[in-house]
């Protein structure tokens, strides 16, 4: 049987703020980078032994 899921700490103080800062700035990949990850996620995919 499985272990429960633990509760996800809070953040607080400087870890918070930075935290914040970090999701205001976010980097935005490109399309050719998402077509790159997509291509290798596709051939991960197809050398793979079990079921999606």
């Given amino acids: 049987m ?6 996800t700490p809070v953040l607080r103080g ?3 703020a ?3 800062e970090r999701m ?4 935005k990949i490109s399309d050719e980078e ?3 990850m997509n291509e ?3 051939y991960i995919k ?3 032994n ?3």
């Fill in 2 to 7: 499985a272990r429960p899921i633990a509760e």
């Fill in 14 to 16: 400087k870890d918070a």
């Fill in 18 to 20: 930075l935290f914040r």
């Fill in 24 to 27: 205001k700035n976010v980097k």
């Fill in 34 to 36: 998402r077509k790159k």
């Fill in 40 to 42: 290798s996620f596709e």
């Fill in 46 to 48: 197809s050398i793979s």
């Fill in 50 to 52: 079990f079921k999606w």
